[in-house]
């Protein structure tokens, strides 16, 4: 059975950090292109990074401020976000893809407010 578990969200003042995990089973993880996405109210879901063995990929609107990486002996990957602003206020899903399958969690809260 397939599972993305995030975790590591909340509430956090602006210019704070968080850093998200998102961990993986019942698929080979290494084969997976692992992406984090998020989602605000009223908007669409965005990609805010994925990653796939060593090469990394980011979206605009958090570039420069995150980092995504994975740990492939813990099928987790995670999402590192610093100098977060209230514009960051978003549920953050971890997405695996491949070929032919998809997967995604059930998302984590990130509040940005003061």
């Known amino acids: 059975q397939v599972q993305l578990v995030e975790s590591g969200g909340g509430l956090v003042q602006p210019g704070g950090s968080l850093r998200l995990s998102c961990a993986a089973s019942g698929f080979t993880f290494t084969s997976y292109i692992m992406s984090w996405y998020r989602q605000a109210p009223g908007k669409e879901r965005e990609l805010v990074a994925s990653i796939f063995g060593g090469s990394t990929n980011y979206g605009d609107s958090m570039k420069g401020r995150v980092t995504i990486s994975r740990d492939n002996a813990k099928n987790t990957v995670y999402l590192q976000m610093n100098s977060l602003k209230p514009e960051d206020t978003a549920v953050y899903y971890c997405?695996?893809?491949?070929?032919?399958?998809?997967?995604w969690g059930q998302g984590t809260q990130v509040t940005v407010s003061s």
């Open positions: 997405k695996a893809r491949t070929i032919n399958y998809e997967y």
